[in-house]
């Protein structure tokens, strides 16, 4: 079952010269894990904004085509309504902390949903546990690491249950502890908790070892799509656009250039047979 179809979407902001997004047509099937890379500007961001809503609704522009999340037309439903479907994190979390407690935080993602008591204490401790924070509840949330306030707002959107999570550069300000804190919480959420992902990441080794599918965004297309070994394959379009190529491939693409190799993509062992290294 495809739980996102995007459909001949464009967007250009208002004032805006050019589209910033092109003719968009893709779907996303339920429980996918999805790694979007591409250059700076190309549109990625923009992308992410269309999936909760906030993007016709919030931010002006002209939209054209559909975005159909979880059974529901962007266009006609609103961003609160959207964002118990769709939860969006942002690279920034202390733009996304407002609140006394670590469980204040979580609490008031709650409250104007209409959640009766019961249930928002089974969410509240649920979405607290599985990021690691029950122990830190009653913590001033401008005290935590970066990590820790990243995964304070991943909590704070799956209080609301969501069924898909977007987050859009969530590790970019971390420290390297922080970084893999909160990847390690993706996955999580990804094979245990069935959370659809879609994840902006600059960290292609990651996309490599754990998405299904990446999505390729330059100057506000998709240029390649499909499964990590095959998308990232093309070395040299990524490396024309600007994305960093995984240190495994660089070596593998190297040897395929002097023909010892028929594939850049191809497992540790490979490369290490291709090498001449001892397995170990
Ligand atoms: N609020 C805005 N008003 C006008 N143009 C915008 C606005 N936000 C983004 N753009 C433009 O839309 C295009 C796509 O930007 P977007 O931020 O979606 O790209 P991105 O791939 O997320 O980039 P980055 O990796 O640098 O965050 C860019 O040309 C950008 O300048």
Not at 168 to 192: A, F, R, Y
Not at 200 to 221: I, P, Q, W, Y
Not at 254 to 271: D, N
Request: aromatic fraction near 6%; charged fraction near 25%.
């Amino acid at each position: 079952m495809n739980i996102i179809e995007v459909e001949n979407l464009s967007f250009k902001y208002k004032g805006a010269g050019r589209y910033s997004l092109r003719d968009i047509t893709l779907s996303v099937k339920k429980g996918e894990f999805i790694g979007i890379i591409g250059g700076s500007g190309s549109g990625k961001s923009t992308f992410c904004l269309t999936l909760n809503g906030i993007i016709p609704h919030s931010i002006q522009g002209t939209f054209e085509g559909n975005v159909i999340v979880a059974g529901l037309n962007t266009r006609e439903h609103s961003v609160a309504e959207l964002s118990t479907k769709v939860g969006l994190v942002f690279q920034n979390p202390d733009s996304q902390i407002f609140n006394m407690t670590v469980l204040e935080e979580v609490a008031f993602a709650l409250e104007n949903l209409g959640v009766e008591r019961d249930e928002m204490w089974r969410r509240i401790k649920w979405a607290l546990k599985l990021v690691g924070l029950w122990d830190k509840r009653e913590e001033f949330p401008p005290n935590l690491s970066g990590g820790e306030k990243q995964r304070l707002a991943i909590a704070s959107v799956l209080v609301m249950k969501p069924e898909i999570l977007v987050l859009d550069e969530p590790t970019s300000q971390l420290d390297p502890m922080g970084k893999e804190s909160v990847l390690n919480l993706i996955k999580l959420l990804n094979k245990e908790e069935k959370i659809t992902i879609l994840v902006v990441e600059h960290n292609t080794e990651f996309l490599l070892e754990n998405a299904d599918r990446v999505f390729v965004f330059s100057d506000g297309k998709i240029i390649l799509e499909g499964k990590p070994e095959n998308v990232f394959e093309d070395v040299e379009t990524l490396m024309k656009i600007g994305v960093r190529i995984p240190a495994r491939i660089r070596i593998g693409y190297e040897l395929k250039k002097k023909g010892l190799l028929k594939r850049a993509t191809v497992s540790a062992k490979e490369l290490k047979k291709a090498l001449k290294l001892p397995q170990t």
